[in-house]
DNA sequence: CTTCTACAACAAGGATCTTCATAAATGTAC
DNA sequence: GTACATTTATGAAGATCCTTGTTGTAGAAG
């Protein structure tokens, strides 16, 4: 459960992030019109939270951008209050959803669930990876149909390799993401190394056919086996 | 029991909040005409508390446009004393009430009641999730028709999981929430731990088919078995 | 005044997560 | 290859958080 949220004002940026981090999604965040693009480019998204006006262009251009590259995520315009002529002009070209400022965060975590629910394959919102499924609805993961259960910070670090599989982890990235904000200098990830070595043993146990491999000075990759 | 408070004054609008969220409703607000108009449309109240002086529009045009798309929602309109004609302009225009400024707060809680009651299906205020069935009228909860009986703290908690089910609730927010502004920075959370221990045990001794969950570290999340 | 009820406070035990000490693995220089 | 430094892994101790049973207390009911 991946989000992009485009915002140009900080402060709402960030308490947008916190917000959506505490519901479990993994939040990646841009602040104008070019890093955006450049981030959609890149990476694929569950969800797209998109500010309107933005330095450097329009949201409207980003999610016609979207559109024309026939990407299939799910989009939600967030504008200015009073605009009624951009939930029109959102819809028109595609956008699922339209939130005005200013919104309730609980509002935003609904309409992207719901959004995610109602686009994606009947409402299934599951990742999998080899034989390995992991259902973020409900936080739960699966081998080969065979319930497997972790703890919170073992499940919170599966979920984040499992959304980016193959995919090179540094430790600071992984640390801001599972543990938070409150990792900022840290010199030490000891306690990476406590979970990992916990999910680790608990996936090899259970028969995964997945594995979080360690790389030499840059951090972690899951990769199937 | 969803209600939408439509007032553009702050204190006021945040006044009658309280005053309904202390009577077990669960209230969103909107402070002017357009953003009423979105939440309308975005969303199903049981009951909308609509003021007439607005920024951006009248009150009463907000009322045509419910009546126009035939939605079901209960209107009680709220305006200056002494507006007489609002008040036949206002029921002809499909209201359900009429109350004039200044008011008593528990005149309006005592009149949503009653709106509720008589307009919607048979007086039910329900809320169900998987086999359990809670009723805010008179404060019962109720497991496969069986009723489970609960203790006041018992039971405004369960009202605030099964009005947020699989919402993931941290513990001030819950504290706040169910014993109210007095719990400032308490660090100590014995009491909500008390409570849970006890509405856990009716619920599993019930046979429900729901279980709050914790989560290390955050709070609590209430979820079907 | 006594008893009962609802709730919070206390205390002990268990679960979960981090820190620490130490060992193993990996990389670099020679 | 060997020696050394750096990075990662592992087991155990420590800290924090949550659960549960018991006890204490204030207010309501008798």
Known sequence: MKILVVEDEKSLREIIRTSLEKER?????????????????DYDYDCIVLDIMLPGGSGFDILSEIKKQGKKENVIIVSAKD??????????????DY???????????????????????????SITFNNVKLNPDNFTVSVNGQSLPLLRKEYDILYYFISRPERLVNKSTLAEAV??????GVDNFDFIYAQMKNLRKKLKESGAGIE??????FGYKLVEL
């Open 179 to 184: 543990w938070g904000d409150h990792i900022d």
């Open 25 to 41: 999604f993994i939040v990646e965040t841009a602040s104008d019109y070019n890093s955006a693009l450049i981030k959609l480019e």
């Open 83 to 96: 605009a009624w002529e951009d939930k029109v002009k959102g819809l028109d070209l595609g956008a699922d």
């Open 99 to 125: 939130l005005a400022k200013p919104f309730h965060l609980a509002e935003l975590t609904a309409r992207i669930r719901s959004i995610i629910r109602r686009n994606n394959n009947n409402g299934d919102m």
């Open 212 to 217: 979080i491999k360690s790389v030499y000075g």
